[in-house]
């Protein structure tokens, strides 16, 4: 069965950096775009960005432009997402998923970064 | 751009049926036939219930529904039950400079 599994919880300062790994299996890893997904504290859901993972082609929603970045190893079916110079209100969830727009719709289990000095 | 527009709550009682909408602009519900819908509980991960406007994902109930008029898109759950308790955002396909954009999301209360 298709599988997404997250790193985990981290507690980081606030001007760190942290890159949060997403492990997949049961699916041919290339054939799907990983999209990085979070939300804060009472907030609701918001996109940052997706990577197509044969390509390496990324997009990401213009909040995060230049400071987030998406990469992957197929070697090892995995993404990544690293955020730097991080902020108390990047405090979130944050989701990976393998997603098609259609029926191909898999998520990990959600990584929280806590942001506090 | 700003998330697509979702009522902030909605509430029935049991065996009931509500309807949660979506708007959006003709940058993305309107010009796209890929809108979602999720059902989320906080610190859980999000599950499908409605892709490509209307269809359902295997195993969701056919008590969910979705359609689409112009730029607003809509979910609508039928014979409400307890367990339908949750939070529901939407999502849709964006033109290239947006991509994707999520619905502010819907408190769900079933009363």
């Known amino acids: 069965q298709v599988q997404l599994v997250q790193s985990g919880a981290e507690v980081k300062k606030p001007g760190a950096s942290v890159k949060v790994s997403c492990k997949t299996s049961g699916y041919t890893f290339s054939d799907y775009d990983i999209h990085w997904v979070r939300q804060a504290p009472g907030q609701g859901l918001e996109w940052m960005g997706r990577i197509n993972p044969n390509s390496g082609d990324t997009k990401y929603a213009r909040k995060y432009q230049g400071r987030v970045t998406m990469t992957r190893d197929t070697s090892i079916s995995t993404g990544y997402m690293e955020l730097p110079k991080l902020r108390s209100d990047d405090t979130a969830i944050y989701y990976c998923?393998?997603?098609?727009?259609?029926?191909?719709?898999?998520w990990g289990q959600g990584t929280l970064i806590t942001v506090s000095s | 751009q700003s998330a697509l527009t979702q009522p902030a709550s909605v509430s029935g009682s049991p065996g009931q049926s509500i309807t949660i909408s979506c708007t959006g602009t003709s940058s993305d519900i309107g010009n796209y036939n890929i809108v979602s819908w999720y059902q989320y509980h906080p610190g859980k991960a999000p599950k499908l219930i409605i892709y490509e406007v209307s269809k359902r994902p295997s195993g969701i109930s056919n008590r969910f529904s979705g359609s689409k008029s112009g730029n607003t898109a809509s979910l609508t759950i039928s014979g409400l039950q307890a367990e339908d308790e949750a939070d529901y955002y939407c999502c849709s396909y964006a033109d290239s400079d947006t991509f994707v954009i999520f619905g502010g999301g819907t408190k769900l209360t079933v009363l």
């Open positions: 998923a393998s997603v098609n727009y259609g029926d191909h719709d898999y």
